[in-house]
C-alpha cells in the first residue's frame, strides 16, 4: 500500500511549543476525545510543569487529543479545545479521563537492557547506555533497510532522511530524523517498530496527519526533532 503523505514529524519534549492555530479546526466529534477530571489543571507550551502556563481548564471541560508524548517524564497529550477562547498545548494524563483508547501519535523510547552493535560492527565499542549513542543515522537506517528488505523483498520506503524543505518550512530541526512512510498499524509498520524497540531507537507513530507536525501517518525515527 503506498501512503502519498509524509516527510514531516517532530515534537520538543522540554522547550515550549504550541500547535498552530489551524489545529483548531480538527476540534469535532470524529477526534479522540478526553474530559477534563480535575478541578483545574494547567494546561502547558510544553511536556514538562515547568514550561509556560498557556490555559486553565476546569472539571468537566472537552478535549481533542492530537497526540500522545511517553517518556521520562511520563505520558503527556498534545491537547485543543473548541471555541472563540480556543486552547492549544499540552496536558498530563493524569488530568484527563479518555473516553476513546486509540491513539493518533505514539512517542516512544524504550532501550534495551543490554544493546550490542549489529555483527557488522562487533568491532564497535559496545558499552554505550543505548543504540541511539552507539549507532550513527546512517546505521540505523542500513539496519532497518536490511531487516526490511530480508522480512518483506521490497526496499524500506523512506520518505525523508534528515532534513527536507517540507521540515524547514515547518520549522523543525529534523537533520537526526528518519521518516518512513509505513502506516505503525499496518504489518510492516509493526514489525518496524519492533526492529526499532529492539535496537533501543526512539520513534515517533503517527497514526493520522496532525496540523503543522505531521502531515499524514507515518514513522519517525529518532528522537523528537526540536522547533528551530
Known sequence: MKFSLTLCSG??????????AAAQDDVGPTGWQATV?????????????SSRVVGLLKRGDSVVINME?????GTWYAITTGGESAVSGYLNRNALEVSQPAEVARWEYLPPPEPKPPAEDQSKPSDKKSAIAAFSK???ERNIKSFFISKFGRTLPVSAFGQTRLHSRLGFDHSNGIDVALSPDSTEGRAVLDRLRGLGVPFIAF????????????????????RK
Not at 515534537?11 to 498552530?20: F, G, K, R
Not at 507536525?213 to 523528537?224: D, L, M, N, S
Open 138 to 140: 546512517g546505521q540505523i
Open 11 to 20: 515534537l520538543m519534549l522540554v522547550l515550549a511549543i504550541a500547535l498552530p
Open 207 to 226: 497514526r493520522r496527519a496532525v496540523p503543522g507536525v505531521a502531515t499524514g501517518a507515518h514513522i519517525h525515527v529518532g528522537k523528537p526533532s526540536p
Open 37 to 49: 477530571k480535575l478541578d483545574s489543571a494547567e494546561v502547558y507550551s510544553g511536556v514538562s510543569a
Open 69 to 73: 508524548i511517553t517518556g521520562s517524564g
